[in-house]
């Protein structure tokens, strides 16, 4: 299995997961709030869960996987500056920072093969 295949598949399922959190979570409900979301918790969480099946399906529709992951890095650059305006700390912005990071990866290796 290639690398690009496990950062791509880690990706995938864990905006699934995520966005399973967001739904039912009373810690991520209170994070929407915190974060100043509260009112498009779940339009978020629906877009992240359609997201990550999107990066799965991308896998057979190159097109696709390029969109998907050029969304979800500008979804986590926008989580990040989002965190620095409230201030977190740099432990509670790095999960952001990976997933930008990991998905812009994902959009590079897209457009290059």
Do not use: C, H
Request: charged share 10%; proline share 1%.
């Amino acid at each position: 299995m290639s690398y690009n295949l496990v950062i791509l598949l880690f990706s995938s399922f864990s905006f699934i997961f995520y966005a399973v959190s967001s739904f039912y979570s009373d810690r991520m409900i209170f994070e929407y709030e915190r974060w100043g979301y509260k009112k498009f918790r779940k339009l978020i969480a629906s877009l992240q869960f359609i997201a990550g099946f999107g990066l799965l399906i991308g896998l057979y529709f190159s097109l696709l996987l390029t969109l998907v992951s050029a969304l979800l890095t500008l979804m986590m650059i926008a989580a990040i500056f989002v965190r620095i305006r409230i201030k977190d700390n740099i432990i509670n912005i790095l999960p952001a920072i990976l997933y930008a990071i990991l998905n812009f990866i994902i959009l590079y290796k897209s457009l290059i093969t």
